[in-house]
């Protein structure tokens, strides 16, 4: 599983995966034209729609309806070193009436690829590597 970003001017990124392109931008008061969602936004899109998968999963095991699943992801903003620090899922689905498919759909939920990659993080390792262009004359020895 692999993405590859691109700068595309201004602070806007554009992220490519198996095909599929995500603009990203900053909202005007930081400095962007506010064309795209932002990388945090994305990340709880990302927390959401995982969630979500799950829990239609876990509807559709259980032949109950999910034309009316919604997922809401908050995010609070820590300081410090800068970061999202606290999410909070909420899952409203009227199958989930009783104690029983609600307890069903969280423990679904807790089983988010990307949940679990928030509550265990994982390594990340990051290498830096600069492309040095090399013109015409450019690069003789001289000899």
Do not use: W
Not at 27 to 56: H, I, K, Q, R
Not at 126 to 134: K, N, S
């Amino acid at each position: 599983m692999d993405a590859i970003i691109h700068y595309r001017g201004g602070v806007r990124f554009e992220s490519e995966s198996r095909g599929h392109k995500i603009l990203t931008d900053q909202p005007v008061e930081n400095g962007g034209e506010d064309s795209g969602p932002t990388p945090p936004e994305l990340l709880l899109a990302s927390l959401g729609t995982c969630a979500g998968f799950y829990a239609a999963q876990y509807l559709r095991i259980h032949r109950l309806p999910a034309d009316d699943l919604t997922i809401r992801v908050e995010a609070r903003k820590d300081l410090q070193p800068a970061r999202l620090g606290a999410f909070r899922i909420e899952v409203d689905c009227h199958a989930a009436e009783d104690s029983k498919h609600r307890d069903g759909l969280l423990r679904a939920v807790q089983k988010c690829l990307i949940h679990n990659t928030l509550v265990l993080p994982p390594t990340i390792d990051i290498a830096v590597h600069a492309q040095i262009a090399v013109g015409v004359g450019e690069g003789a020895t001289g000899e």
